[in-house]
């Protein structure tokens, strides 16, 4: 079964940059589609941004375009969220998820395997 990992959160200040990576072993995340979610205390967990297995599609939420930007790390079974000018508002846990559709999606529902979260909190 998947496993995903994420890692590189922490504690940044208004207008720093954070690297997240969710990472899998046994198998290759070339043949899944990657979300990358969000959930800050009290809220629903959002869609943040989104690369197909084929990377033929990608998504992002319009409250990051501009600022994050997906991409796969082959040579370290990766997909790599760069998130840049982080605002307060961009505090939450951060969670990657998989699923084996060609198309990506903001909603939850297409994601079968999900990893344990990164903690992502922004202030001065």
């Known amino acids: 079964q998947l496993q995903l990992v994420e890692s590189g959160g922490g504690l940044v200040q208004p207008g720093g940059s954070l690297r997240l990576s969710c990472a899998a072993s046994?198998?290759?995340?070339?043949?899944?589609?990657i979300g990358w979610f969000r959930q800050a205390p009290g809220k629903e967990r959002e869609g943040v941004s989104c690369?197909?297995?084929?990377?033929?599609?990608?998504y992002a939420a319009d409250s990051v375009k501009g600022r994050f930007t997906i991409s796969r790390d082959n040579a370290r079974n990766a997909v790599v969220l760069q998130m840049n000018n982080l605002k307060p508002e961009d505090a939450a846990v951060y969670y990657c998820?998989?699923?084996?559709?060609?198309?990506?999606?903001?909603?939850?529902?297409?994601?079968?395997?999900w990893g344990q979260g990164t903690q992502v909190t922004v202030s001065s």
């Open positions: 998820a998989a699923h084996r559709y060609s198309y990506c999606s903001g909603d939850m529902a297409p994601y079968e395997y």
């Open positions: 046994g198998f290759s995340l070339g043949w899944y589609t």
């Open positions: 690369i197909s297995r084929n990377d033929g599609d990608k």
